[in-house]
């Protein structure tokens, strides 16, 4: 039976919307939209837009190319005119609805989810590379490390238990976090591997998980009572989304 509280990627929604959802995913996404409403809605909206992007724009796609706009017509055309053209046409772009997006690209600021996997992937990057200082509290001393970090994130911390991916606790430190203090836990394989998982106070609330990569590095985000959260380690998607999920079942039934 499938489960409707084990999260779906912010992927996994679109693709199931554009019909490209591998088909053993369907019964899960499915199960969450049903069980999560506020998704749901946003799912008929993005299907609501495709629809009326269809409808305006498909007839467009069947008309023949005009002779003007020809590959041969186009290699004469001098350099010059081309940009002119192009320049013209962003510009009745943006007068026909296009400025709506135009303006919000350069007036928005950086999202939840763009801070926090940036911070969590700069730490990532620089305490995995340090073999004698990776962290300030080793895990041999786990039960004072989650109590130190509880204390001074103000939301109770645990160390997910993640042997059965074969990563053990290294230990954790303190961070900076977009909105206050983050903590930040690492792990390792026996071949030395590294995973962290990076949390902080957050706004807003979406269980998603979403991801990023960023010089040969992956993260996996989302954020649950008020707490944000990263797992970053390589690349591997997979894998990553693995561990993430094992991470958000052990928080989620810790009641975090």
Not at 76 to 89: L, S
Not at 158 to 182: I, S, W, Y
Not at 231 to 254: C, F, I, M, W
């Amino acid at each position: 039976m499938t489960d409707p509280t084990i999260p779906v990627t912010e992927d996994e929604l679109h693709a199931y919307v554009d019909n490209e959802l591998p088909a053993e995913r369907r019964d899960a996404v499915e199960a969450w939209l049903a069980a999560h409403p506020g998704d749901a809605e946003r799912v008929a909206s993005w299907r609501a837009m495709s629809d009326a992007l269809h409808a305006k724009y498909d007839a467009v796609m069947d008309e023949p190319v005009p002779a003007r706009l020809s590959v041969d017509a186009l290699s004469r055309t001098p350099r010059r005119w081309m940009m002119g053209a192009i320049a013209a046409t962003l510009v009745a772009f943006a007068a026909g609805g296009g400025v709506g997006w135009i303006a919000h690209g350069a007036n928005a600021r950086p999202s939840m989810f763009a801070n926090f996997t940036g911070d969590a992937l700069d730490a990532h990057k620089l305490y995995v590379v340090e073999v004698r200082h990776p962290v300030e509290v080793a895990g041999s001393e786990k039960a004072h490390l989650q109590q130190w970090l509880t204390k001074r994130c103000g939301w109770e911390v645990r160390a997910p238990e993640l042997d059965a991916t074969g990563l053990k606790l290294v230990g954790g430190r303190l961070l900076p976090g977009p909105t206050g203090p983050a903590s930040f836990l690492m792990y390792e394989t026996a071949s030395g591997e590294r995973f962290t998982v990076y949390a902080s106070r957050a706004a807003t609330e979406t269980t998603q998980m979403r991801y990023a990569a960023n010089d040969g590095n992956g993260a996996m985000f989302w954020a649950d009572r008020g707490v944000g959260y990263v797992v970053s380690g390589p690349t591997d998607r997979e894998r990553l989304n693995h561990v993430a999920r094992l991470v958000y079942d052990q928080t989620e039934k810790a009641g975090l």
